[in-house]
């Protein structure tokens, strides 16, 4: 079974959503028959690079809000981030846009070490307080999952993978994704936000249960089995 997840790294309930589906995938019994494919998306494209305030101040000026509602806000998330032992961070986040993330997560995923980067990009922007957008910490995290230095430095100046990075958007507006993170089973059952682990559980039961139909029995007579034949 194929799990697509689309996400962005700018995306706090994604890597919640990263835990919960995680607990539920280790506990499904068919597990390592699953190939999960990580899939980019972008909450705000038209970010700069960096932005030059915090993440309270960026989120109330494009939202609209007072700040004193956006810090209610992380509050909230941070306590939910908690509860899948994740220790966010909001004062220390540095806002920066996510597309040379992406270009990483690409090129990680040519070489099967998806997961490791993706995993390295969430933590080092809402827990550590790093620079997605910088490029010593993308090499570093690139490096660290087993990628060579001079590709992911060759990747962040040639934008090769950039139209990978949109072409995973453009199949997200095809496919009616408008929020992530999105987990899409077997391009057939969608789920959408960081649910409990347990919507999870049941998600991959009856997604693994409909790839795989068993016949219904119209009629019973006498046959032969591996335990000898009707007399």
Same mark, same amino acid.
């Given at each position: ?13 994604? $890597? ?8 539920? %995938? ?14 980019? $998306? ?15 101040? $960026?989120?109330?000026? !494009?939202?609209?809000?007072? @700040? ?6 992380? =509050?909230?998330?941070? #306590? ?28 990680? !995923? ?11 990009? %969430? ?11 910088? @490029? ?7 490096? =660290?999952?087993?990628?060579?230095? #001079? ?9 090769? !993978?950039?139209?990978?990075? !949109?072409?995973?958007?453009? @199949? ?16 057939? $059952? ?7 682990? @347990? ?6 039961? #009856? ?9 219904? #029995? ?11 034949? =009707?007399?």
């Amino acid at each position: 079974m194929k799990i697509d997840i689309w996400s962005d790294i700018a995306c706090p309930w994604c $890597y919640i959503g990263k835990r919960r589906f995680e607990r539920a %995938l280790a506990a499904f019994e068919h597990r390592d028959e699953v190939e999960v494919v990580w899939h980019s $998306y972008q909450l705000d494209p038209t970010l700069p690079e960096h932005y030059d305030g915090t993440e309270a101040a $960026y989120l109330a000026t !494009r939202k609209g809000l007072p @700040e004193e509602q956006v810090h209610q806000m992380f =509050a909230h998330v941070a #306590q939910q981030a908690a509860g899948e032992g994740l220790d966010y961070d909001f004062d220390a986040l540095v806002v920066a846009n996510s597309m040379r993330g992406h270009q990483l997560l690409h090129l990680a !995923r040519e070489s099967g070490v998806a997961d490791q980067v993706k995993e390295a990009l %969430l933590r080092t922007h809402f827990v550590e307080g790093g620079d997605i957008g910088d @490029e010593e910490v993308l090499v570093r995290i690139g490096v =660290a999952a087993g990628l060579a230095e #001079q590709d992911v430095r060759d990747e962040l100046a040639s934008g090769s !993978r950039i139209p990978a990075v !949109r072409a995973d958007v453009a @199949e997200a507006a095809a496919l009616g994704i408008q929020a992530v993170p999105t987990f899409v089973l077997d391009m057939t $059952y969608a789920v959408s936000g960081a649910q409990p682990s @347990e919507v999870f559980a049941t998600a991959l039961e #009856q997604a693994w249960a409909a790839s795989r139909p068993r016949l219904q #029995q119209l009629a019973d007579g006498d046959a032969c089995g591996p335990d000898g034949c =009707a007399i």
